[in-house]
């Protein structure tokens, strides 16, 4: 397939720092919707095949491929099959948006333990939710985080209306922060984001410059960060995967592609061009 060039005058700047100096350069990932399809049962969403080799190959010529995600760090690992990839030897995962972490390098996860206030919402829970009718939503615990899904319900839509407001109380109850997804309610442990997640990444690895790729709002602010970094002089490459209902990122990014299947393609591409500039 045509791989996209980059559509803007910085997204070519980044793509020439990156060639130039491909060992000082981190290339950092969402994991849903980017490297993995998104399908309706989101403990299958695998990392597309294509995917997680064409980041092993670019894994042995670029200095750090991170994967930032909102889910657990134990999750992505399993769900990426990143621990059998030669190229992947010094990958790292961030989990929770950065509040966990997995590195290739040692094999060891860094999980803190659940916050006490998410645990006292979590068990406030169930009554709440009998007390409204709405017994049968389906509570997920993601350790600094609480979904509480409708998709399930009959219908879905009533469900998330009627839970919006108490399940808001119940979050400032506990000082934690209400976040509304599509038919999921999810009350979460104030923490990082994935722009704080980026920076700290650039900090850490001393990299001097930044590709990110992502697929939704709760990639905007590693988008900014990577923004900001180049107002500082940082040349950065923004790509967005565009495939599935949302397309939030797009009039940001540098480049725009199909989905995983397209963020494959366009990685192995970097690839390519990496080792053209070495050739050349
Ligand atoms: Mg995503």
């Given at each position: 397939m045509d791989v996209a060039e980059p559509l803007t005058e910085a997204g070519a700047a980044g793509l020439r720092a990156v060639t130039h100096a491909p060992r000082s350069t981190l290339v950092a990932l969402d994991f849903d919707g980017t490297l993995a399809p998104i399908i309706?049962?989101?403990?299958?969403?695998?990392?597309h095949p294509d995917a997680v080799a064409a980041l092993a190959e670019l894994g042995g010529l670029v200095g750090t491929i991170a994967v930032v995600t909102g889910r657990p760090a134990r999750t992505a690992v399993r769900l990426g099959?990143?621990?059998?990839?030669?190229?992947?030897?010094?990958m790292v995962v961030l989990g929770q948006y950065g509040v966990e972490r997995w590195d290739a390098a040692t094999g060891a996860f860094d999980v803190p333990p659940e916050p006490a206030e998410v645990t006292a919402a979590g068990e406030e829970l169930p009554a709440l939710l009998e007390s409204l009718g709405l017994g049968a939503a389906r509570v997920e615990h993601k350790g600094r985080a609480l979904g509480v899904h409708t998709?399930?319900?009959?219908d879905p839509q009533q469900a998330f209306r009627t839970l919006l407001t108490p399940v808001q109380a119940l979050a400032d109850r506990h000082g934690l922060t209400l976040e509304p997804g599509r038919n999921v309610l999810e009350i979460r442990a104030p923490g990082t984001d994935k722009g704080d997640a980026v920076r700290r990444l650039v900090a850490e690895t001393g990299a001097t410059q930044v590709v990110f790729a992502g697929d939704d709002l709760g990639d905007l602010p590693a988008f900014e960060a990577v923004a900001a970094l180049r107002e500082d002089g940082l040349p950065g490459l923004l790509v967005a995967s565009a495939?599935?209902?949302?397309?939030?990122?797009s009039d940001r990014a540098d480049v725009v592609v199909d989905g995983p299947a397209g963020i494959a393609a366009w990685l192995r591409d970097l690839s390519a061009r990496i080792r053209a500039a070495q050739a050349g």
């Open positions: 309706d049962d989101p403990e299958r969403a695998v990392v099959g990143f621990t059998d990839h030669a190229g992947l030897g010094s998709r399930e319900l009959e495939s599935h209902e949302e397309d939030a990122l």
